[in-house]
């Protein structure tokens, strides 16, 4: 079974511009997560996506949207980029969304996109 | 939200056992505690999780303080190929799942 896939692996871009960030989760799952990985910061949680909806938010400003299609693929977009937001972008699934308590959880990550802005 | 405390560095000789900690303290009784890994420049692995008994995998076991404000994560028999940072969180009925910073644990030979 093919694993989570993040395109493109590596981007270059400049102060203002946007950018768009793909992840198509295994096969078969539903949930996909985004998170953002700088190294003062570590792993912050963006959003979560479940049934093409947006079921979670991390304290990130509204330049940082994402969608999910009927096939459970994702889409993140970043507006007006700024230097701060060059980072690793993780994308994770898993079959279904986390659990509010009382049961197991695994999601698989992706290799990421590298996100540089100039 | 859910807060989790772990050394930021841990060493280990090459064929000793590995030790993580970390502290939950603020854990409900029914959250699990997960542990991945991340690897230099690739994506974070799930290695294990556990509710309140000890729990063992392939990869690595977990023991759970019976009080179930802590955890250690034993990797058995290190490797080189185990140098990583290692993430402990749960979810804290919020079910988003936040990282905190790991420990990065250097296996040397």
């Known amino acids: 079974k093919a694993g989570v896939t993040q395109t493109p692996r590596y981007l270059i871009k400049t102060r203002g511009q946007q950018v768009t960030l793909s992840c198509s989760p295994i096969s078969g799952h539903r949930s996909v997560s985004w998170y953002q990985q700088t190294p003062g910061q570590g792993l912050q949680f963006l959003f979560e996506y479940f049934s093409e909806t947006q079921r979670n938010k991390g304290n990130f400003p509204g330049r940082f949207s994402g969608r999910q299609f009927s096939n459970s693929r994702s889409e993140m977009n970043v507006s007006t980029l700024e230097l701060g937001d060059s980072a690793l972008y993780l994308c994770?699934?898993?079959?279904?969304?986390?659990?509010?308590?009382?049961?197991?959880?695994?999601?698989?990550f992706g290799p990421g996109t590298r996100l540089t802005v100039t | 939200d859910a807060k989790t405390t772990q050394p930021t560095s841990m060493d280990c000789a090459e064929g000793r056992a590995a030790n993580l900690p970390c502290n939950h303290s603020t854990i409900s009784g029914n959250e699990y505690v997960y542990w991945y890994r991340q690897i230099h420049s690739q994506g974070p692995q799930y290695i294990i999780h556990g509710l309140k008994n000890n729990e063992t995998n392939e990869m690595a076991s977990l023991i759970i303080t019976e009080d179930r404000k802590s955890s250690t994560l034993i990797l058995p028999h290190a490797t080189l190929r185990d140098t990583a940072v290692y993430y402990c969180?749960?979810?804290?009925?919020?079910?988003?799942?936040?990282f905190g910073t790991g420990t990065r644990l250097q296996v040397f030979p």
């Open positions: 994770a699934s898993s079959l279904e969304p986390p659990p509010t308590s009382g049961a197991p959880y695994e999601q698989y």
């Open positions: 969180f749960f979810t804290g009925n919020t079910d988003k799942l936040i």
